[in-house]
């Protein structure tokens, strides 16, 4: 299963009996997901530009994974004493894909959040799963490549459109804090730093730090066994994801979709 996506270099990791699960019961889920996540692309621009939080892509990502039935779901569990409710948890999952005869499969997306939102996701799982709302958890996440990757890439990006100023960053949309640019200016003057060693290393370690959803920090949850015994599915998005090819095509619709978010609010 999957082997498309390890092929592109996708990390994947089946628990508690998830592949038999999967493959016997629900092989529609591995096309599903091999065919959205095959799609997945992510523009450098994004990444600088968008400031480090969810990127365009992986919001495309969601919406491809919407079209083909895998929609946000509330499940509320009660406990009733002659019909009387006593109490309730409700668990609310981004992505859910539900079959004919009632078994779902539940997924989430964590591209950089800070990790404790693992726990979040696995003990809903868990809780889920022994209530029988659902078969399988999945989760989606930064793989090992892109995390530790991640400064290569950003350096890429600064030395093919030579960029060694805040002024030239500023036309790819990143218009640092003043805690931002205090931090690289530091690196500067108290380390000795290029410009673009000391930007690299303050924005990677800033937006995609050690304490941001990774794939070591997930396997660092699992082998724990939160969770535990849902059977999970877990997916690593490689660095190769990441493109170079876009330019400001890419900024422009960050900023139509910045645009569109202001008027949401307004």
Same mark, same amino acid.
């Given at each position: !299963?999957?082997?498309?996506?390890?092929?592109?270099?996708?990390?994947?990791?089946?628990?508690?009996?998830?592949?038999?699960?999967?493959?016997?019961?629900?092989?529609?889920?591995?096309?599903?997901? $091999?065919?959205?996540?095959?799609?997945?692309?992510?523009?450098?621009?994004?990444?600088?530009?968008?400031?480090?939080?969810?990127?365009? %892509?992986?919001?495309?990502?969601?919406?491809?994974?919407?079209?083909?039935?895998?929609?946000?779901?509330?499940?509320?569990?009660?406990?009733?004493?002659?019909?009387?409710?006593?109490?309730?948890?409700?668990?609310?999952?981004?992505?859910?894909? $539900?079959?004919?005869?009632?078994?779902?499969?539940?997924? $989430?997306?964590?591209?950089?959040?800070?990790?404790?939102?693992?726990?979040?996701?696995?003990?809903?799982?868990?809780?889920?799963?022994?209530?029988?709302?659902?078969?399988?958890?999945?989760?989606?996440?930064?793989?090992?490549?892109?995390?530790?990757? !991640?400064? +290569?890439?950003?350096? +890429?990006?600064?030395?093919?459109?030579?960029?060694?100023?805040?002024?030239?960053? %500023?036309?790819?949309?990143?218009?640092?804090?003043?805690?931002?640019? #205090?931090?690289?200016?530091? +690196?500067?003057?108290?380390?000795?730093? #290029?410009?673009?060693?000391?930007?690299? $290393?303050?924005?990677?370690?800033?937006?995609?730090?050690?304490?941001?959803?990774?794939?070591?920090?997930?396997?660092?949850?699992?082998?724990?066994?939160?969770?535990?015994?849902?059977?999970?599915?877990?997916?690593?998005?490689?660095? %190769?994801?990441?493109?170079?090819?876009?330019?400001?095509?890419?900024?422009?619709?960050?900023?139509?979709?910045?645009?569109?978010?202001?008027?949401?609010?307004?």
């Amino acid at each position: !299963m999957f082997e498309q996506l390890v092929a592109r270099g996708y990390e994947v990791q089946f628990l508690s009996h998830a592949a038999a699960i999967v493959s016997v019961d629900f092989p529609v889920v591995v096309d599903e997901l $091999e065919a959205a996540l095959l799609e997945t692309r992510i523009p450098i621009e994004e990444i600088i530009g968008g400031g480090g939080g969810e990127a365009r %892509s992986t919001q495309r990502l969601r919406r491809a994974l919407v079209e083909q039935g895998w929609h946000k779901t509330k499940f509320v569990v009660e406990k009733r004493i002659n019909g009387v409710p006593r109490e309730s948890q409700s668990h609310e999952v981004d992505h859910v894909r $539900e079959f004919a005869d009632g078994s779902r499969i539940a997924l $989430e997306i964590e591209w950089n959040n800070k990790d404790p939102f693992y726990d979040r996701d696995l003990e809903n799982y868990k809780r889920l799963h022994a209530d029988g709302a659902i078969s399988v958890g999945v989760i989606v996440t930064r793989g090992r490549s892109l995390h530790e990757g !991640m400064r +290569r890439l950003v350096r +890429r990006f600064l030395d093919e459109r030579q960029i060694s100023s805040f002024e030239q960053l %500023s036309d790819w949309r990143y218009l640092p804090t003043a805690r931002q640019k #205090t931090a690289i200016l530091d +690196r500067i003057k108290r380390r000795g730093q #290029t410009f673009n060693d000391a930007f690299t $290393e303050s924005f990677v370690a800033d937006k995609f730090g050690e304490a941001t959803t990774h794939w070591r920090k997930l396997e660092d949850r699992v082998s724990r066994g939160v969770g535990n015994p849902c059977p999970l599915i877990l997916i690593g998005l490689p660095d %190769s994801v990441i493109t170079f090819d876009e330019g400001r095509a890419a900024l422009a619709e960050v900023a139509a979709a910045d645009a569109e978010a202001a008027v949401a609010e307004d």
